[in-house]
């Protein structure tokens, strides 16, 4: 079975990588990362022992430190990549989050102006017509999410003989 992962951006390792590191643990060293850019050696051994494929936006040599003025290249530059003959692709994508630690009254304005938003009608359009599906998970419900979401995928993945 041939698989490729995809992930927006390797600059760090953060819960993202971490994800990513997980595949990259249970997958052969072969199994390319498609990605927007990579610095070297911010991310673990485990994920820079995997062949990494970067778009066309990774020649911008400012592109690591300065990659959210860059934001509206990222669709079209995710597309570059060719995951055509790839039997598998997983990817994962970023989500709105905020900084550990954030106030509970902060986080009580989120879970209730993110649902807010995503009903108006307007932005439903937009996220609609790009073929998007929106979810809200309130705070404190996506730890376990997180932990669940984790332990199912990695059943699937190994049932379906793509991680050892």
Same mark, same amino acid.
């Given at each position: 079975?041939?698989?490729?992962?995809?992930?927006?951006?390797?600059?760090?390792?953060?819960?993202?990588?971490?994800?990513?590191?997980?595949?990259?643990?249970? %997958? &052969?060293? =072969?199994?390319?990362?498609?990605?927007?850019?990579? $610095? #070297?050696?911010?991310?673990?051994?485990?994920?820079?022992?995997?062949?990494?494929?970067?778009?066309?936006?990774?020649?911008?040599?400012?592109?690591?430190?300065?990659?959210?003025?860059?934001?509206?290249?990222?669709?079209?530059?995710?597309?570059?990549?060719?995951?055509?003959?790839?039997?598998?692709?997983?990817?994962?994508?970023?989500?709105?989050?905020?900084?550990?630690? %954030? &106030?509970? =009254?902060?986080?009580?304005?989120?879970?209730?102006? $993110? #649902?807010?938003?995503?009903?108006?009608?307007?932005?439903?359009?937009?996220?609609?017509?790009?073929?998007?599906?929106?979810?809200?998970?309130?705070?404190?419900?996506?730890?376990?999410?997180?932990?669940?979401?984790?332990?199912?995928?990695?059943?699937?993945?190994?049932?379906?003989?793509?991680?050892?």
């Amino acid at each position: 079975m041939k698989v490729a992962l995809v992930h927006d951006w390797l600059n760090g390792m953060r819960g993202g990588e971490k994800c990513l590191e997980l595949f990259c643990a249970n %997958l &052969p060293t =072969d199994t390319p990362i498609h990605t927007l850019f990579h $610095v #070297p050696g911010s991310v673990s051994a485990t994920i820079e022992s995997h062949p990494i494929r970067t778009s066309p936006l990774a020649a911008r040599r400012e592109i690591a430190k300065r990659y959210q003025r860059h934001l509206l290249s990222f669709p079209r530059a995710i597309e570059s990549f060719d995951l055509s003959g790839y039997d598998v692709v997983l990817s994962k994508f970023r989500g709105l989050a905020g900084p550990k630690g %954030l &106030p509970a =009254d902060i986080t009580a304005i989120w879970d209730k102006a $993110v #649902p807010q938003v995503l009903a108006d009608p307007e932005y439903k359009k937009v996220y609609s017509a790009e073929s998007l599906v929106p979810d809200f998970i309130p705070h404190n419900d996506y730890v376990k999410f997180v932990a669940d979401f984790g332990q199912s995928s990695e059943s699937f993945l190994k049932e379906a003989g793509a991680l050892k």
